[in-house]
């Protein structure tokens, strides 16, 4: 695999006279290249290049603003089933200008611009929308992806390199799931049990799909989903996968890790009692830097123990930012209808 190659920069800051009130904290230097030609002459950000053409916003990223670019490696495309430049012939050119300026920003932030061991840094990006940074120890995300190469000084700024693609839709939680017909049956159930208007309104909210496929493993349809009464069933059934915050994976690996280094099990940001349905909590964590796990455990018992837990999908399936909060896809259903009865059956 070809490594990328980067410029070593030393920040010289001069030191004037007193009387010098004009002091510029960032100076253009003619040494370093700009943001077009960095990335040209990287040969792991050719595809990043290879969409910055098709939507023609290459004139922009050399001109004179000072910018922050967030610039996927190729790999990250790759995820996505992008491994040509001539794949980004068959994608709209208005919306992946717009996708493509979500990954930029009109002024200079460097690590060390981002407090460490926090959450929820927001800057507005080219395209008037908000992007969270985190930071902690010598891991920084932007979005939920990982800052893999960063502080690359440029003549017009700096870019960091990153380990996925930003995921922004431009419309709500609600909307985001309303258009994924593969999560068509945990639709059908929020709308069953009362949960999907809420994910209309402001949040923000965190949401952990199943797919289809999660129901029909257990061979759950959506006539069956339709012939349940709420009534009979604990708030845990879906309740369980809905959180009222905004969290991205990596934020999890920057808020509780413990100091040992070692992700702690949960914290109370992320195990929250379920409304109506106190005695369990759910709640999730990291299995892994890239993978998580959303759980289901008796609440103020004082166990790490949980009564069921499922694992989220992959990093492409993660971190889908709305603007009201975020979509994560898990692989299975946490709880069953038998186990969330109000009063099992009796034989």
Same mark, same amino acid.
């Given at each position: 695999?070809?490594?990328?190659?980067?410029?070593?920069?030393?920040?010289?800051?001069?030191?004037?006279?007193?009387?010098?009130?004009?002091?510029?904290?960032?100076?253009?230097?003619?040494?370093?290249?700009?943001?077009?030609?960095?990335?040209?002459?990287?040969?792991?950000?050719?595809?990043?290049?290879?969409?910055?053409?098709?939507?023609?916003?290459?004139?922009? $990223?050399?001109?004179?603003?000072?910018?922050? !670019? %967030? @610039? /996927?490696? *190729?790999? +990250? &495309?790759?995820?996505?089933? #992008?491994?040509?430049?001539?794949?980004?012939?068959?994608?709209?050119?208005?919306?992946?200008?717009?996708?493509?300026?979500?990954?930029?920003?009109?002024?200079?932030?460097?690590?060390?611009?981002?407090?460490?061991?926090?959450?929820?840094?927001?800057?507005?990006?080219?395209?008037?929308?908000?992007?969270?940074?985190?930071?902690?120890?010598?891991?920084?995300?932007?979005?939920?992806?990982?800052?893999?190469?960063?502080?690359?000084?440029?003549?017009?700024?700096?870019?960091?390199?990153?380990?996925?693609?930003?995921?922004?839709?431009?419309?709500?939680?609600?909307?985001?799931?309303?258009?994924?017909?593969?999560?068509?049956?945990?639709?059908?159930?929020?709308?069953?049990?009362?949960?999907?208007?809420? $994910?209309?309104?402001?949040?923000?909210?965190? !949401? %952990? @799909? /199943?797919? *289809?496929? +999660? &129901?029909?493993?257990?061979? #759950?349809?959506?006539?069956?989903?339709?012939?349940?009464?709420?009534?009979?069933?604990?708030?845990?059934?879906?309740?369980?996968?809905?959180?009222?915050?905004?969290?991205?994976?990596?934020?999890?690996?920057?808020?509780?890790?413990?100091?040992?280094?070692?992700?702690?099990?949960?914290?109370?940001?992320?195990?929250?009692?379920?409304?109506?349905?106190?005695?369990?909590?759910?709640?999730?964590?990291?299995?892994?830097?890239?993978?998580?796990?959303?759980?289901?455990?008796?609440?103020?018992?004082?166990?790490?123990?949980?009564?069921?837990?499922?694992?989220?999908?992959?990093?492409?399936?993660?971190?889908?930012?709305?603007?009201?909060?975020?979509?994560?896809?898990?692989?299975?259903?946490?709880?069953?209808?038998?186990?969330?009865?109000?009063?099992?059956?009796?034989?």
């Amino acid at each position: 695999m070809k490594l990328i190659c980067f410029f070593a920069g030393v920040a010289l800051l001069g030191l004037g006279s007193c009387q010098n009130e004009d002091l510029e904290l960032f100076v253009e230097n003619k040494n370093y290249r700009n943001a077009v030609d960095f990335i040209r002459n990287n040969f792991e950000l050719t595809l990043f290049y290879a969409a910055l053409e098709r939507a023609d916003l290459l004139e922009e $990223l050399q001109g004179d603003e000072l910018i922050t !670019v %967030f @610039a /996927p490696a *190729n790999q +990250a &495309f790759r995820a996505m089933g #992008i491994s040509r430049p001539a794949d980004f012939d068959r994608l709209d050119r208005d919306s992946l200008r717009f996708m493509l300026r979500y990954h930029l920003m009109g002024e200079v932030v460097f690590l060390s611009d981002i407090p460490e061991q926090s959450v929820d840094n927001r800057y507005v990006n080219k395209s008037g929308k908000e992007l969270y940074l985190a930071g902690y120890r010598d891991y920084y995300y932007v979005n939920g992806a990982e800052l893999i190469y960063p502080d690359n000084v440029l003549s017009n700024g700096v870019l960091h390199v990153i380990d996925k693609p930003l995921k922004y839709q431009e419309k709500t939680v609600q909307q985001m799931l309303a258009d994924r017909p593969d999560c068509s049956l945990f639709t059908a159930a929020l709308k069953q049990f009362g949960y999907w208007d809420r $994910l209309a309104t402001e949040g923000p909210w965190v !949401v %952990f @799909a /199943p797919r *289809n496929e +999660a &129901f029909e493993r257990h061979e #759950i349809t959506l006539a069956d989903i339709e012939a349940m009464n709420p009534d009979d069933y604990l708030p845990r059934l879906f309740g369980s996968y809905l959180f009222n915050n905004r969290l991205f994976m990596s934020d999890l690996h920057v808020t509780f890790q413990s100091p040992n280094g070692y992700p702690r099990y949960n914290g109370n940001n992320v195990m929250v009692p379920i409304t109506g349905d106190e005695a369990v909590s759910s709640g999730f964590y990291l299995a892994s830097r890239s993978r998580g796990m959303l759980f289901l455990q008796t609440s103020f018992s004082g166990s790490n123990v949980p009564i069921s837990q499922v694992a989220l999908s992959a990093p492409p399936l993660t971190d889908h930012l709305a603007d009201n909060g975020v979509l994560h896809e898990v692989e299975d259903l946490l709880v069953l209808p038998a186990a969330a009865l109000r009063e099992p059956l009796q034989d």
